[in-house]
């Protein structure tokens, strides 16, 4: 599961050409999938899960909530 357990924040596809590069056809990149920077964290239930490093800093995992749908 690799989304966020407070945010619900995920994966995202992005990159690919350059306006130079559509142009000329020359090493096309394509796209590519960029993963959220998931840490473990501790909950004050006691159970560990992994959440984003943006909730991390923001201390959300200390507060008690229900995960996002």
Known sequence: MKTCYFCGKGSLVGGGYSNRVRATKF???GLRRRQPNLQ??????????????RCLKRGKYLTKKS???
């Open 27 to 29: 090493n096309p990149t």
């Open 40 to 53: 473990w964290a501790s909950l004050p239930s006691g159970q560990r899960t992994k959440i984003c490093t």
């Open 67 to 69: 995960p996002p749908l």
